[in-house]
């Protein structure tokens, strides 16, 4: 039995160094509790973040009040996003989206981070963290 402390609680990079704690693949701390950044105010199609990483977390601003989906895909532009790689939407629905829910995805992606879709009345927006 080692008598000494650890010097360090060690990962593993991509590329197999130690590094420490657990990153994600671009060498960001990964994180359960939230993203590194956050990208705010998102209220229509929009790019998070075009290369790969995490995403954490999707915060329901104001819901809308109309037809429609929030849909979050792994893909570098709006226009590259398809059913093939949507990672999450939550339709619209009066009862179920409301102001203030947190949606922990914790959701590695591989090109980007792209909101593709927002429900279309009533200004629906929402928040996303992500590393």
Known sequence: MPQNALLQNVAK???????????DS???LLS?????KSSLNITAAAVVKAT????AKVVVIAPGSGSGAFT????ATTGTAT?????W???YNATANVAGAVITL???VTVGIVVSAVPGAGSPQIAVSYS
Request: hydrophobic share 35%; charged share 10%; proline share 5%.
């Open 13 to 23: 990079t991509a590329a197999g160094a130690q590094s420490p704690l657990n990153l």
């Open 26 to 28: 671009g060498g960001s």
């Open 32 to 36: 359960t509790s939230g993203g590194l």
């Open 52 to 55: 790969a990483g995490r995403i």
């Open 72 to 75: 979050i895909n792994d893909c």
């Open 83 to 87: 059913t093939a790689n949507e990672i």
């Open 89 to 91: 939407t939550m339709a």
């Open 106 to 108: 914790d959701f590695p």
